[in-house]
């Protein structure tokens, strides 16, 4: 009879609150506004249509000195193919040409752009074949630095080189020459009042704005104060973000837990934690793939036997993961 009345209860699919409000008018039993909660969280056709709900910030370190961490992105822009580096200390950015997008290609830009600055120690990129493939890796071996990847479908994990791509669209929509266009950006000052020019080679850039040579005298930025204004406004970016779309932790998902990957529109099978921060390593019928936490690209479809779920000896998992579990009565 309990299942019945569940079923009834969440028919026309609607949230937990206004199944719990249906189910105040006539019934109620020992555990009922928790069985109501484990299924709606558990209807395979209510996390299909999920909304999104964003998980808190989690912001970039704060780099100790320039060309330490970069980022790597393609992007189009008029038909063609661009490769874009962007320093996570200073902002540069360096933008190349491609001729066609393989990992070849790609390796010999970013050659080019090693040997400008420096070597760093982690360069940050999206899953693309040009870098995912036994080539890069190779490469990422015999430069030794690190390579690490985002999870697909996830771009704000790849944000700092997002971030710098829309950079770069907006400064050649003008229609201005492109190098002088990215020499502007490079030469205009940060919120830190540095540009990035200055916190990259410790000297402003000469432009076609008149300046007296005195400004143009190599001087280094106070380092130290450097970081410290960095880090309160990742702070105070993170605070912000957090709080406009209010966000909280997600459960963690379980090994052998079903999910729903709502950009493929199909299920899969948690296989384990991926060592990337909130994602996994998901079993579909394709094979396996690596995906973020994220609402939007993972949520919960576990089916359940109603049956089960009316006994009150079930344990409920809170929205912030801990579990709930109802206590021992007397059976008299």
């Known amino acids: 009879m309990r299942k019945d009345i569940l079923r009834n209860l969440h028919s026309g699919h609607q949230g937990i609150v206004k199944c719990r409000a249906r189910a105040r008018q006539s019934v109620w039993w020992p555990g009922l506004s928790v069985h109501i909660s484990q299924l709606v ?3 395979s056709i209510c996390s ?5 709900h964003r998980e808190p910030l989690i912001p ?4 100790n000195r320039p060309w330490q961490r970069v980022g790597t992105d393609l992007f189009f822009w008029e038909k063609k193919t661009y490769l874009l580096l962007v320093d996570y200390f200073s902002r540069y950015i360096e933008v190349a040409h491609l001729s066609v997008a393989t990992a070849g290609t790609v390796i010999a830009a970013l050659k080019d752009a090693f040997s400008r600055h420096v070597i760093p120690e982690m360069v940050i990129s999206d899953n693309g074949p040009q870098y995912s493939c036994e080539l890069f890796r190779d490469f990422a071996e015999e430069y030794g630095f690190t390579h690490c990847t985002s999870s697909p479908r996830f771009p704000q994990a790849n944000g700092e080189a997002e971030c710098a791509v829309a950079t770069v669209k907006g400064l050649w929509k003008g ?12 030469a205009t000052p940060l919120g830190c ?9 410790g000297r402003p850039y000469r432009t076609t704005i008149p300046q007296l040579p005195a400004n143009l005298r190599p001087r280094w930025p106070n380092i130290r104060g450097l970081r410290k204004t960095e880090t309160r406004a990742k702070e105070n970016q993170q605070c912000n973000y957090n709080l406009r779309h209010r ?6 998902l379980q090994a052998g837990q079903n999910v729903w990957l ?3 529109k199909k299920s899969g099978t948690v296989v384990q934690q991926a060592t990337t921060p909130r994602s996994y390593i998901i079993d579909t019928d394709e094979g396996q793939v690596r995906r973020n936490r994220t609402r939007s690209h993972i949520t919960l479809g576990t089916p359940i036997n109603p049956e089960h779920t009316c006994g009150t000896d079930v344990p409920y998992v809170t929205r912030v993961g801990r579990v709930s579990r109802p206590p021992d009565r007397l059976d008299l």
């Open 41 to 43: 969280e558990n209807c």
């Open 48 to 52: 299909q249509h999920r909304a999104e």
């Open 60 to 63: 970039t370190p704060v780099q």
């Open 175 to 186: 229609g201005e020459e492109k190098l002088k266009a990215l020499m502007t950006y490079r």
């Open 193 to 201: 009042g540095y540009s990035p020019a200055q916190l990259l080679m």
């Open 247 to 252: 966000a909280r932790n997600l459960p963690p």
């Open 262 to 264: 709502a950009k493929e």
